[in-house]
């Protein structure tokens, strides 16, 4: 029952269902259209591998490796973000996390990320922002908007979320809407979220696929008033990724990305 519902969903969604954004009212201010061949922009990405050491608080099985061509490559128009199963590492797998932290951090406006995930039983792509500076606290505290996760079991499925201290993971209390989109690991889909003073709205190809809305000035309902700056990364295993298990037969496996933008109320 709880697909045919999804499905239902997922159908109005895409058909449009009367819910467009407001997207004409923005001006691009960042963005990395990839239109280049070698490593990622250095001035706009950083590589995070300081969690390598403790599975990054969900038990994940990669090593993050940095400045490597085989795990975080631009080429033919592309970014691609590889998980690979190789010897030599303190970890089977390695993988990247790119983040634009003090290279592109915003308060409110539209962030979007065209992309195609990779796929197989416990792989675990993102697209998502957290706080350049954890002004009410370590996770989740500060808060976490999740533009787009994956999970490989799960193929056919995509889900928009957000962490906060009152509603978050740890606790199974997170705000989510997954949404069916069978093409999801063939295909290449606008991922976006257009976040303001009072809401976050998620969209997949310009349909409203969820929205979070600010119902209170408590910090722990919503965090979402001091910058943020956006994540690339394609995990493998961890508490989610990982619930079915790791099938080594899937790598190499790539999240590829069009493009990357980023646009701020036009004033």
């Given at each position: 029952m709880?697909?045919?519902?999804?499905?239902i969903?997922?159908?109005?969604?895409?058909?449009?269902?009367g819910?467009?954004?407001?997207?004409?009212?923005?001006?691009?201010v960042?963005s990395?259209?990839?239109?280049?061949?070698g490593l990622?922009?250095g001035?706009k990405?950083?590589?995070?591998?300081?969690?390598n050491?403790?599975?990054?608080?969900?038990?994940?099985?990669?090593?993050?490796t940095?400045?490597?061509?085989?795990?975080?490559?631009?080429?033919?128009?592309?970014?691609i973000?590889?998980?690979?199963?190789?010897?030599?590492?303190?970890a089977?797998?390695?993988?990247?996390?790119?983040?634009?932290?003090?290279?592109?951090?915003?308060?409110?406006?539209?962030?979007?990320?065209?992309?195609?995930v990779s796929?197989g039983?416990?792989?675990?792509?993102?697209?998502?922002?957290?706080?350049t500076?954890?002004?009410?606290?370590?996770?989740?505290?500060?808060?976490?908007?999740?533009?787009?996760e994956?999970?490989?079991?799960?193929?056919?499925?995509?889900?928009?979320?957000?962490?906060t201290?009152?509603?978050?993971g740890?606790?199974?209390?997170q705000?989510?809407?997954?949404?069916y989109?069978?093409?999801?690991?063939?295909?290449?889909?606008t991922?976006?979220?257009?976040?303001?003073?009072?809401?976050?709205?998620?969209?997949?190809d310009?349909?409203?696929v969820?929205?979070?809305?600010?119902?209170?000035?408590?910090?722990?309902?919503?965090?979402?008033?001091?910058?943020?700056?956006?994540l690339?990364?394609v995990?493998?295993?961890?508490?989610?990724?990982?619930?079915?298990?790791?099938?080594?037969?899937?790598?190499?496996q790539?999240?590829?990305?069009?493009?990357?933008?980023?646009y701020?109320?036009?004033?």
């Amino acid at each position: 029952m709880m697909r045919w519902l999804l499905l239902i969903f997922s159908i109005l969604v895409i058909a449009g269902c009367g819910c467009g954004n407001q997207k004409n009212k923005y001006k691009l201010v960042w963005s990395d259209e990839f239109d280049y061949t070698g490593l990622p922009d250095g001035l706009k990405w950083n590589y995070d591998t300081v969690g390598n050491s403790w599975g990054w608080g969900n038990n994940e099985l990669q090593y993050y490796t940095s400045e490597r061509k085989e795990n975080a490559w631009v080429n033919d128009g592309k970014l691609i973000i590889t998980s690979l199963q190789e010897e030599g590492f303190p970890a089977k797998y390695t993988s990247a996390r790119l983040t634009t932290k003090h290279k592109g951090d915003w308060l409110y406006g539209r962030v979007e990320v065209r992309a195609k995930v990779s796929k197989g039983t416990g792989i675990w792509p993102a697209i998502w922002m957290l706080p350049t500076e954890n002004k009410y606290g370590e996770w989740p505290h500060s808060g976490e908007i999740d533009i787009m996760e994956h999970v490989g079991y799960e193929p056919d499925t995509v889900c928009f979320t957000v962490h906060t201290g009152a509603y978050n993971g740890m606790y199974q209390t997170q705000k989510s809407q997954p949404v069916y989109l069978p093409e999801a690991e063939d295909a290449f889909y606008t991922y976006a979220v257009e976040w303001t003073k009072s809401k976050c709205d998620f969209f997949v190809d310009d349909n409203k696929v969820f929205s979070f809305k600010k119902k209170s000035d408590n910090t722990e309902e919503w965090p979402f008033n001091h910058p943020f700056h956006l994540l690339l990364n394609v995990a493998v295993g961890g508490n989610w990724g990982g619930k079915h298990g790791v099938d080594d037969s899937i790598f190499p496996q790539s999240m590829e990305v069009e493009y990357v933008r980023v646009y701020q109320m036009d004033k």
